[in-house]
């Protein structure tokens, strides 16, 4: 039996989000009883709550919203790397020993464990050159562990500025915890929201 990597942390109402951001809500409309044959809700958050796409819109104000970007990054061959407990940036050296060869995607764990329960202000991200480098090496999506891939204080957000520039796409908040390192095909496919500045994924990897 083929065996599937749920790498999406839970979403609930406890799911932890960017301080000031939207919580996820659901609210019931309709419960199945006398003469409602039905549930029926309604849910507010973030679309950045969970495993999520961050479209360029998110951090270019002329950025494509998330149902207008091109699928074909978030589908396809990847690599997962550790560089656990590497922070509070994550560089090249710390992704060379698993950098021969590299697919066009790449998945980073710095978590031992991932906090799905609490807001971590310490979280790892990118160094803005090693997503230069990646996107050097032919990457066109680079994915992580934590909440975001620049540091949670940072104003200027120079990793999501070089994705900007190389044309890179962006996954977050994934769990890796129990992935060897190697190589899988990944499926995260975002939802078609024509105006969003993200979206949440079910993130899945399988062997090829």
Not at 47 to 70: F, K, S, T
Request: contains cysteine; negative net charge; aromatic residues 6%.
């Amino acid at each position: 039996m083929e065996h599937l990597w749920d790498i999406s942390p839970p979403v609930h109402a406890q799911s932890p989000v960017f301080p000031g951001d939207t919580q996820y809500a659901q609210q019931w409309s309709a419960r199945i009883g006398p003469g409602c044959p039905v549930n029926v809700s309604s849910i507010t958050t973030t679309p950045h709550v969970g495993a999520h796409a961050d479209a360029p819109l998110h951090y270019d104000p002329h950025g494509e919203p998330i149902g207008a970007v091109d699928l074909g990054a978030y589908l396809g061959p990847c690599r997962v790397i550790h560089a656990i407990g590497r922070g509070p940036l994550v560089r090249w050296d710390d992704l060379a020993h698993a950098t021969d060869g590299l697919p066009a995607r790449v998945l980073v764990r710095t978590y031992e464990r991932m906090p799905v329960d609490r807001w971590d202000p310490e979280l790892a991200a990118f160094d803005a050159a090693t997503i230069e480098r990646l996107a050097d090496a032919g990457v066109r999506l680079v994915g992580i562990d934590t909440a975001s891939i620049d540091p949670a204080a940072s104003k200027d957000l120079p990793s999501h500025q070089a994705v900007r520039r190389r044309g890179l796409r962006v996954l977050e908040n994934l769990v890796l915890d129990d992935v060897p390192e190697g190589d899988y095909e990944l499926i995260a496919l975002p939802l078609k929201w024509m105006t969003a500045d993200a979206s949440p994924v079910r993130a899945v990897l399988r062997r090829p």
